[in-house]
């Protein structure tokens, strides 16, 4: 999760072998009147329905398979930002190639990445 500047506010690690989108809802889980701003992967009609239930504002791309919804298409570009933050920390090879075995480790390192990202 990031804020407005693309800075990460919130990580949370999955298991390899799953999607995101099981654990997209305790990552979003206080979150309460924002822009939501995601990729067509997490365009379940589940949590699009949980986010506007707590007053969130969806710009979530249409996956092909479900119903289509109108977005933003202007906020919907700002998701750009997330996509460099995932890119600058892989500029770091310990998190690129994940040589951590733990993932405690690992969630560490990332925490430490993204305080050198907030801060840069």
Not at 18 to 36: I, N, P, Q, R, W
Not at 50 to 61: A, D, F
């Amino acid at each position: 999760m990031v804020d407005a500047l693309g800075n990460p506010v919130r990580l949370e690690l999955s298991p390899g072998q799953t999607h995101e989108m099981k654990v997209a809802s305790d990552l979003l889980a206080d979150v309460v009147d924002a822009y939501v701003v995601a990729d067509s992967a997490y365009s379940s009609a589940a949590l699009v329905g949980e986010l506007e239930g707590r007053g969130c504002t969806v710009v979530i791309g249409n996956n092909p398979t479900h119903r289509h919804r109108e977005i933003d298409t202007h906020l919907y570009r700002e998701r750009f930002l997330v996509e460099n933050f995932f890119q600058r920390i892989k500029r770091w090879r310990r998190i690129a190639m994940r040589f951590e075995k733990l993932a405690r480790n690992y969630l560490a390192f990332l925490h430490l990445a993204s305080v050198l990202v907030w801060l840069a």
